[in-house]
């Protein structure tokens, strides 16, 4: 029999963890925010220090909790209000570059 974790290992999309979990989702949320949930899911576990739990019914319990939770972040805001990823959390979503580092990166012509 499988253990939890190695069943967990086996998902690879948001639906296939919002399936295996129960939690019901609007694939509209899902379409626009796949990766924003799946990373938040994986900072709640972190945060909460899931990792060295043990009892997988606890495990469980707790993992589906906090997909939840990472799930509703979604279904109450957006991706760039949230900042999940580093592109959000910069300038919001804007990054500045001058003209000065654009034509430092320019490869250096030689004179014909």
Request: glycine share 2%.
């Amino acid at each position: 029999m499988e253990t939890f974790l190695q069943q967990l290992k086996a998902l690879s999309s948001a639906e296939d963890f919002l399936q295996y979990f129960g939690v019901a989702f609007d694939q509209r949320v899902v379409n626009v925010s796949r990766l924003h949930i799946l990373k938040r899911f994986f900072q709640y576990i972190r945060q909460e220090n899931l990792l060295s739990q043990t009892d997988e019914r606890v495990l469980f319990t707790q993992y589906r909790a906090q997909l939840m939770k990472a799930y509703s972040d979604f279904v109450q805001s957006t991706p760039a209000q949230e900042k999940v990823f580093k592109v959000f959390q910069e300038a919001n979503g804007y990054r500045h570059v001058t003209l000065e580092s654009l034509k430092a990166s320019l490869p250096q012509r030689t004179p014909a």
